[in-house]
Structure formats: structure tokens, C-alpha cells
């Protein structure tokens, strides 16, 4: 069995990594370049390998950053089966019918204003693209084994990073791969903890937040009520760009949680993302898979995805007449990483008022708009127009849906190795280099393990 790293392995986004095992190819994960404009513009560029060549695609979970070339791979000649926890088979047209219409805008835009002998611009995949790739989609059940080709067996296991999010054990030619996909904390509302994993001869494991610890999620749940009543009192709205899967659906989860102490019937709460709110839909329908603590609040507390004043905006004009209320507004839109989506309409309206508070509840990659304001930028550049940030910005660090440090290492310290080996060798995926080197030495202190840092074009032997 061999691993060849192709995407996500020096960076946290574009997950895209290939096995070779019983002479068949696998792809595990197909993510799109997320972050500056350079960055995206790799995502036009030809695969490093053949599609037709691919016999499988394995999918981790349904976050764009995986799965956001899968219409791309199937378009240039891919015609394997693609498998997916069934839950992630749910959230995936959604997720990439709403990115082909953003690139097929976008397109369209370039093109309405291109100049003389400046070439046509097209979209990186159509919606077309997107029936034709669902259509190869194969859903499976956690925790059940399946022969996915001759030689080559699939086992999904919980992740609790979003719903349906997977860690991926892969069987093949007598060795075990296991490829974490995105890990979330322990404890995180709605899912259900990662599940613990007892062997494997060699683990890819994501490292986003390799580098630091998160904070308490008790002590983050106070300092976002207290921002709320912060807001209030200053007669401010606020603005949480967040991302349609996940982060929309546990902010709701907290809202009906402390709908009391928060005194949220005096707010008016938007979810202004079309995308979003088909999301919560898919949610409903998987319930069986949320933990026992969302059991009893959709049991015992109002509703999440049905809170009395819980607005769901649906047309572009719905979503500008927000921009009217002058207070008592929070809303909640997409891009999370506020690069694209209706949170840019939101931001070139309120960003200059001091009222204002901006709250970050998740990973702002290098290059976008969101990291500048993390960051601190006092302009930015919305739609063409110089906006002066004046607004109150707040980073909720320990709402991430993936875990930190600790969480990390307590995962993979409890994976044993083959043949009597203690820890199995280890490759660190998903990470900037500062937070891959310091889980790298982290592991190697604690178990004398030395990570591999994953290049695009490395290849390993399991």
C-alpha cells in the first residue's frame, strides 16, 4: 500500500490525497483551494494524476474543502463509484450546487465586464457537473465494514466535526491506512464524540490547530452571551459569518439552550443563507445521529431550527431589507470565512458603525477577508468599495469544529501499531507548517514518534 500526497499537505485546505493497494487507485477526498485569489486559481489546474485512472473516491466528510472538486474530477474523466457516510451523501449536492452557482456567477460577471481580447472566463464546474457526480455517489453507515473493490475494504468512523463527518480506515494488501479526516472536540453540541480507533500500520491525521489549545467551551458559551448583551446595550447588530454546515447549526443549538438566560426572545435572529437552511433540513432527518445531550434540548428547550423569532431568509432582497433594522439584529450568513456569500452584503453596510460586533466562531484561512479582520485591518475591500472597519471584532475560538492540540494527541495516542509497535508512524495533513511542527514535536516528545510533514508529491510506503 502506498500513500501519494497531492492537496491539504502543507496547508489546511484542498484535501486530496491518493492510495495505490491491490492494485487499485483510491482517492480519499477531493477539496477545493480555499483562501486568496492565487491560492483558488490552483484549482483550475490539471490533476496530478489521470481521473480515468481513479478506480475509487473515499469522502470524509462534506465541508467544501473536500469535496469541492469532486464535479471538477468527474467532468476530466472519473467514473468510479464515490462512497460517503449518508449523511455527507445528503449534505454534498447542496454543498456543490451552491459553489457551482457562486462560480457560475462569477463567470457570468467576469464576462458581462471583460475587456477587448481579454479571454472568457468559466465556471470551475457547472450544476450539471454536480448531477453527474451525485449520480456515482454510493452512501454508507458508520462502524460497517464494505468491500469497495477487489482486495480493498471501507469502514467509516465517527469524526465529530460535522454532521456526518468521517475518520476513514482503508484494508487493503494485509495493512490498515487510517486517514482522520477533520476531528472535532470532544463534547461538541449536536454530534457525537470521535470514535476512539484501536489499530492502524499508518495514520494521516489532520493538524489545523496543531499549535494551540483551545478554550473552554463553557467559559466561550459565556463570552458569547456577554457579547450579545453587550450589543444590545449599545444598540448594535450582530454579525456572525459562519459556515452553512456546522457552525449555522450549533449556534442555533446555543441560541434554544440559553434562550432564557440570554433573554434572546428580545433579538431578531436571521439565517440568511438559502444554503443553510437545507442544511438544517438534512440535520432533522439525521437525528439518530445527534448526541444524547441535543437529544433532550429538542426535547425540553425551543426547538433550534425552530425558535419563535428565528427569520429564514431566502430571496436577495430578503437578505438587503436586513440591512434596515438599525438594532436587535443577529444574523447569521455565509461565507464563513467570509470570502464570498451574503455576509459581504451584510459587512460593506455595518463594518464602519462602532455598534457593530463581528463575531468569528471558526478557522479564517490565509488570504481571506476573514483573517484580515481576525487580523486586524482597519480597510478592506468589499465589492469594489473601501469599507473603514470600525466594528467590534470577537474570535470564539472554542466554538472550532475541529479539536486542538490536546484533543489531536489524545486521539492518535490511543492508536496502537501493528506487529507490536506502540504508536503507528504518523503523516500530519490539514496544517500550516507552524501548527504541523508543533504537534510534530509535541508527539515525538510524548512517544518518540517522528511525524512526516506531508509535500505535495511525497509519496509513503505502508
Known amino acids: 500500500m502506498r500513500v501519494h500526497f497531492h492537496g491539504a499537505a502543507g496547508e489546511v ?23 486568496s485569489p492565487e491560492a483558488e486559481r490552483r484549482n483550475t489546474e490539471p490533476f496530478p494524476f489521470e481521473p480515468a485512472a481513479i478506480d475509487a473516491l473515499v469522502i470524509s466528510h462534506a465541508h467544501i474543502d473536500h469535496i469541492g472538486r469532486v464535479p471538477l474530477l468527474v467532468a476530466r474523466g472519473f467514473r468510479g463509484p464515490i462512497f460517503a457516510q449518508e449523511a455527507s451523501a445528503d449534505l454534498m449536492p447542496v454543498m456543490l450546487m451552491d459553489a457551482a452557482s457562486i462560480s457560475e456567477g462569477e463567470a457570468e460577471r467576469h464576462n458581462r465586464y471583460r475587456h477587448d481580447g481579454e479571454p472568457q472566463a468559466l465556471p470551475l464546474f457547472t450544476r450539471e457537473d454536480v448531477q453527474s457526480a451525485m449520480a456515482l455517489v454510493r452512501p454508507l453507515r458508520y462502524d460497517t465494514r464494505t468491500q469497495i473493490l477487489p482486495g480493498v475494504e471501507l469502514t467509516f468512523r465517527e469524526a465529530g466535526h460535522i454532521l456526518g463527518s468521517s475518520s476513514v480506515e482503508l484494508e487493503a494488501d494485509g495493512r490498515r491506512l487510517l486517514f482522520s479526516g477533520d476531528l472535532g472536540p470532544k463534547g461538541t453540541p449536536i454530534l457525537r464524540d470521535p470514535a476512539p480507533i484501536d489499530r492502524a500500520d499508518l495514520v494521516l491525521m489532520e493538524s489545523t ?8 467551551r463553557a467559559e466561550t458559551i459565556r463570552e458569547l452571551g456577554t457579547i450579545l448583551d453587550t450589543a444590545w446595550r449599545e444598540g448594535g447588530n450582530v454579525l456572525i459569518p459562519a459556515f452553512a454546515v456546522g457552525r449555522s447549526q450549533e449556534l442555533l443549538y446555543w441560541f434554544a439552550r440559553h434562550w432564557d438566560e440570554w433573554n434572546l426572545a428580545r433579538w431578531s435572529i436571521f439565517l440568511d443563507s438559502p444554503m443553510a437552511q437545507k442544511v438544517v433540513a438534512i440535520y432533522d432527518r439525521h437525528a439518530d445521529l445527534f448526541d444524547e445531550d441535543a437529544q433532550r434540548v429538542w426535547r425540553d428547550k425551543p426547538t433550534p431550527f425552530r425558535l ?25 450568513a455565509g461565507s464563513g470565512m467570509a470570502n464570498a456569500g451574503r455576509i459581504l452584503h451584510h459587512f460593506r453596510h455595518r463594518l464602519d458603525r462602532r455598534q457593530t460586533h463581528v463575531v468569528f466562531v471558526g478557522y479564517q484561512a490565509e488570504g481571506t477577508l476573514g483573517r484580515r479582520l481576525v487580523d486586524g485591518a482597519r480597510w478592506v475591500r468589499i465589492h469594489g468599495h473601501d469599507v473603514r472597519v470600525n466594528a467590534q471584532r470577537h474570535t470564539v475560538g472554542g466554538l472550532s469544529a475541529h479539536t486542538d492540540q490536546r484533543g489531536l494527541m489524545a486521539w492518535y495516542g490511543a492508536i496502537a501499531g501493528g506487529e507490536g509497535i506502540a504508536h503507528p508512524p504518523l503523516a500530519l495533513v490539514h496544517g500550516e507548517d507552524r501548527a504541523r511542527e508543533a504537534l510534530a514535536g509535541e508527539i515525538g516528545d510524548a512517544w518518540g514518534v517522528h511525524a512526516t510533514l506531508a509535500r505535495p508529491g511525497l509519496t509513503l510506503q505502508v
Do not use: K
Open 13 to 35: 485546505t484542498g484535501s486530496l490525497h491518493e492510495v495505490e493497494a491491490a492494485g487499485r487507485r483510491v482517492l480519499l477526498d477531493c477539496g477545493m483551494i480555499q483562501g
Open 209 to 216: 490547530y496543531g499549535d494551540r489549545l483551545h478554550r473552554d
Open 308 to 332: 419563535p423569532n428565528l427569520h429564514f431568509t431566502q430571496t436577495r432582497d430578503e437578505s438587503m431589507a436586513i440591512n434596515r433594522i438599525e438594532r436587535g439584529a443577529i444574523v447569521i
